[in-house]
């Protein structure tokens, strides 16, 4: 993998699935890495598979953003402004439809899925431009490109919004050297996948992105030197 020696990385979402292999992936590379997720110990446990770059622990909850600046203030103490941010913070429900989906989870979603990855992104990208560099990876879905009733009207729709997002930050941030870059996987073998209403068999998940292959690829974007900007990226299993 590439060399991410003296970075510092915030990965939200970083308990399980793809954001925990994403942290694991970029101390490995040397990164020092904030870890961000709701519960203590869960990232604890993760903290102590992260070996290479230092890792520091930071439970909060991504919809409140009194949280959010507190954990940007524990990583700059810790490790210095922050060079890479990963918004990985996603959730889903098991109800899909606009029928069935109340309103307190349409909010919900669209706190936890966008509005987080909006207040981490205003907070950093002042002392990014400032500093002339930064990246900010946006993991998003498919479901984006290709809302529906499968994925959900509240997911699709806040996974249409970092696209936005990402736009935006792109055109805002590129003059100054900041780049953004939106992520876009498919069927993932990740906890989320056990909320959607059809059940997948064990050998199915297998055939899934796993979670190291989108841990290899944010390493790769972020090991890139600051003149290239990979904006976008989706990624599909091979047998979908």
């Not at 907070?123 to 479901?143: F, T």
Request: aromatic share 4%; proline share 5%; glycine share 8%.
């Amino acid at each position: 993998m590439g060399n991410l020696s003296g970075k510092t990385i915030i990965v939200t979402g970083a308990s399980s699935g793809f954001g925990e292999a994403i942290a694991i992936a970029c101390a490995e590379a040397g990164a020092n890495v904030s870890l961000v997720a709701r519960r203590q110990e869960t990232l604890e446990a993760v903290a102590a598979r992260a070996k290479g770059g230092r890792v520091i622990v930071c439970p909060a909850d991504v919809s409140d953003d009194a949280q959010i600046h507190a954990v940007l203030e524990k990583t700059r103490s810790a490790f210095g402004p922050a060079d890479v941010l990963v918004n990985n913070a996603g959730t889903n429900i098991t109800e899909r439809s606009i029928t069935d989906t109340s309103a307190e989870q349409w909010r919900e979603l669209l706190e936890v899925n966008l509005s987080s990855a909006f207040v981490f992104t205003k907070a950093v990208l002042p002392e990014m431009k400032a500093r002339g560099d930064g990246l900010i990876v946006n993991i998003a879905s498919r479901a984006g490109m290709f809302p529906s009733l499968l994925a959900g009207v509240g997911y699709s729709a806040s996974k249409i919004g970092m696209e936005a997002l990402n736009t935006v930050t792109n055109e805002e941030g590129n003059p100054h050297g900041v780049r953004a870059c939106l992520f876009n996987p498919g069927a993932g073998n990740t906890p989320i996948i056990d909320r959607r209403p059809k059940k997948f068999s064990q050998e199915q998940k297998m055939q899934m992105i796993q979670s190291e292959d989108i841990a290899a690829t944010v390493v790769f974007i972020a090991s890139l030197p600051p003149r290239v900007n990979i904006d976008f990226i989706s990624m599909m299993p091979t047998k979908s």
